[in-house]
């Protein structure tokens, strides 16, 4: 199972394209993906903004938009933040809000207290995390809840906001004998799920307790011949593979386990060369969440040359965000 | 997250069916609709644009009164109709039910029927779950029934796999799922998932104590040769094969050995193949096991290596790089005799 890459795809970045794909993107306001996709707005701006920034025009969306606004309308009672205004607080768009904040330079707005207190809420006896009061549980929301915490500046008091050592023990059960992970305990492994356990676990330095050279393979072994990285054996190659994976690796140490150059050679050849943007798998159309992971994966490569800026891979933030707001998480060298 | 929408072809207020606007029913007079913000739209609209705005006007006024009543049930129904990804909707939803005691029966079929035109989004499983655990007298079977008709036109889908197992677990439902996942290996051998739910059923079906008894390895070990024989080029298969042998090590099963060598001779070049050849000879390294006649540390060393470089410069080079890792490593624990792996290091990256 896989694609071949059309012969006449994109070979090189297009930096220019996605740019100006994303700032397009979000002045169509009125149309029906625009109002479909509401529930998710605070992701939808987290991913526009961290991948504007990585390409160096986080000031042309800044200009058009009050960011200090669209936080405001949607942070809620209970201290956690909805996507939208008018919407229920979720951890899933509580960890969104944090990272527009980061990226808007608007972290002196939000009320570190009232989100942690909000974040200490969902944690269960279990050390699971909810995601908002109704009780689903998922190593996402494990991710959500500590990476809010640290990226508030809480990193060195996660011991005293939550139940730190449970938390990470939960994400430890969530682990398979294949080395990968689920949602929850039992769960196939998944991509998507291995960034989230990998993440945590990296927040509250536990790496360590990994098999990691498992987890690792499992990640390597993502890759297919068309260069793409998919979710779980036997699934197809998508473009956001490329960050969840990479940045697991990146965590774990072993990002050469992978072909650095036949990824981005898929990456390339998903882009959209007349609009911009990139998509799931060549040929498909193009979206802000693609185009944010494509653009990622190139960024941990270092093979997006001057055009892409740095990145972080526990947070997907620019590092330069990181540095500015004083947060430091040591990678781990994987030794 | 993400979905691409095509908008649905324009609906008149009037068209057949009959939809009329919330704005122009009499029994909503009393509700004062809630726009999301008070800008002018576009003049060009759609007409179910329009719907789909009025709908939620009215939904964002009487959660803002937090109404809890029949009407704004229907409300919640019409606009899940929409846009079944709202979880705010949703959310709403459950507190009307709650506060009206509402009918679990009835909530299952509409539970039912969304989750059939939405079969990859978290809320209507979420809710599925919750009705699920209200509904006095249920015995799980119609979970049963309700994932196996998604994973028929499926077999894949994540949440569908997942309330399964939570369905299991819940109600107790272990017996019958072995043959099940038989079934769907029979149907699709590359699928993962099934493969997944196997070990998941002999791990966890005597609760706290571990189902992989030496019998159940054996039985499953023949099970999982059988497959990878006439499909060899199969990741899941060899994966849960890793599985039953994780606790006590690859080496105490000669048979794998056994059965390798016989597949080495039509399968040179499966990639699975050899990476498991190669990870048996580290382990009776590893762990210092007996070998067989004529066998000395030194000589399966070299085969493991052989193995490996195999793996780095021919069957499986997109990851080279890991296997001259493992290679290396081998060697710097066991020695053995190192292929000469220039070749491996000059070859170009790209075919």
């Known amino acids: 199972t896989d694609i071949s890459l059309p012969a006449d795809a994109p070979k090189q970045l297009l930096p220019e394209k996605h740019a100006d794909f994303l700032l397009q993107y979000c002045s169509s306001q009125d149309n ?21 920034d990585l390409l160096g025009r986080l000031p042309d969306l800044r200009q058009r938009m009050d960011a200090a606004a669209f936080l405001r309308d949607c ?18 768009y509580t960890l969104s809000a944090v990272q527009v904040a980061l990226l808007f330079d608007l972290r002196d707005s ?22 908002d009061r109704w009780g689903e549980v998922d190593t996402r929301f494990s991710f959500c809840a500590l990476a809010a915490l640290f990226l508030l500046g809480l990193g060195d008091r996660l011991d005293d906001l939550v139940d730190a050592r449970a938390a990470g023990d939960f994400v430890l059960t969530c682990a398979n004998w294949d080395g990968g992970f689920g949602t929850r305990p039992g769960s196939e492994s998944h991509s998507g799920q291995v960034y989230c356990c990998i993440g945590a676990l990296s927040i509250l330095g536990r790496l360590h307790e990994l098999d990691v050279d498992r987890t690792a393979l499992w990640l390597a072994e993502r890759q297919l011949a068309s260069g793409g990285l998919n979710g779980r054996p036997e699934k197809l190659p998508d473009v956001c593979y490329s960050w969840w994976v990479l940045a697991s690796l990146a965590m774990l140490g072993r990002l050469s386990w992978i072909s650095g150059e036949r990824l981005l050679r898929f990456v390339c050849a998903a882009q959209d060369p007349e609009a911009g943007g990139i998509a799931d798998r060549p040929g498909d159309l193009c979206d802000p969440f693609h185009t944010l992971f494509g653009l990622a994966g190139a960024s941990l490569l270092r093979l997006g040359g001057d055009s892409l800026k740095a990145i972080n891979p ?11 707001h004083g947060l430091r998480l040591p990678l781990w060298t994987g030794d | ?49 329009e719907k789909f705005s ?13 109404e809890r009543s029949q009407r704004t049930l229907a409300l ?37 029927g969304i989750i059939l035109r939405n079969q990859k989004n978290y809320q209507v499983w979420y809710h599925r779950r919750w009705v699920a655990t209200r509904l006095s007298g249920a015995d799980g079977t119609s979970e049963l029934e309700l994932t196996g008709e998604v994973l028929t036109e499926d077999s894949k889908n994540y949440h569908a796999w997942e309330h399964r197992q939570w369905a299991i677990r819940h109600f107790n439902l272990w017996e019958r799922e072995l043959a099940y996942t038989e079934l769907l290996i029979g149907t699709d051998v590359r699928n993962n998932s099934a493969w997944h739910q196997r070990h998941f059923v002999l791990a966890n079906r005597n609760g706290e104590a571990s189902g992989l008894t030496p019998d159940v390895v054996a039985a499953e070990t023949e099970f999982a040769l059988n497959w990878i024989g006439q499909c060899p080029n199969n990741e899941s298969a060899w994966s849960f094969l890793r599985g039953l ?82 290679a290396g490593d081998l060697h710097a624990r066991h020695g053995g005799q190192m292929p000469e792996l220039q070749e491996g290091l000059v070859q170009p990256e790209l075919d």
Not at chain 1, 33 to 51: F, H, N, P, Q
Not at chain 1, 77 to 82: E, N, R, S, V
Not at chain 2, 36 to 47: C, G, K, N
């Open chain 1, 314 to 324: 526990t947070f997907c933030l620019p590092v330069d965000c990181l540095d500015r």
């Open chain 2, 76 to 112: 919640t129904a019409d606009a899940i109709e929409l846009n079944p990804a709202n979880y705010t909707t949703w959310s709403y939803r459950r507190a009307i039910l709650a506060s009206l005691d509402g009918d679990m029966e009835a909530e299952m079929k509409l539970v039912r």
């Open chain 1, 75 to 92: 942070a809620r009672p209970d201290g956690g933040y909805g996507p939208a205004p008018g919407h229920d607080s979720h951890l899933l």
């Open chain 2, 245 to 326: 042998h994780l606790d006590t090590g690859l080496a105490d099963c000669p048979r794998l050995l056994q059965f390798c060598r016989e597949l080495l001779a039509t399968e040179a070049g499966c990639p699975h193949l050899l990476a498991f050849m190669a990870d048996y000879r580290a382990d009776q390294l590893d762990r210092r096991c007996p070998l067989a006649e004529g066998e000395t540390r030194e000589s399966v060393a070299t085969e493991a290596l052989r193995l490996l470089h195999l793996l780095a410069t021919k069957a499986d080079r997109i990851r080279r790089r890991y296997w001259l890792f493992v």
């Open chain 1, 32 to 52: 029906y993906e625009y109002v479909m996709t509401e529930y998710l707005r605070m992701s939808g701006l987290y991913w526009t903004a961290s991948a504007l």
């Open chain 1, 110 to 131: 939000l009320d570190a207290g009232a989100i942690a207190g909000f974040v200490r809420g969902l944690q269960r006896p279990d050390g699971s995390f909810q995601g």
């Open chain 2, 1 to 49: 997250q993400s979905q691409h929408l095509i908008e649905p072809a324009a609906m008149s207020a009037t068209a057949a069916g009959g939809w009329v606007l919330y704005r122009d029913r009499p029994d909503w007079a009393d509700v004062t609709p809630l726009k999301q913000d008070e800008s002018e739209r576009t003049v060009l609209r759609i007409a179910y644009t």
């Open chain 2, 54 to 66: 009025d709908v939620h006007d009215y939904l964002r006024a009487c959660m803002r009164a937090d």
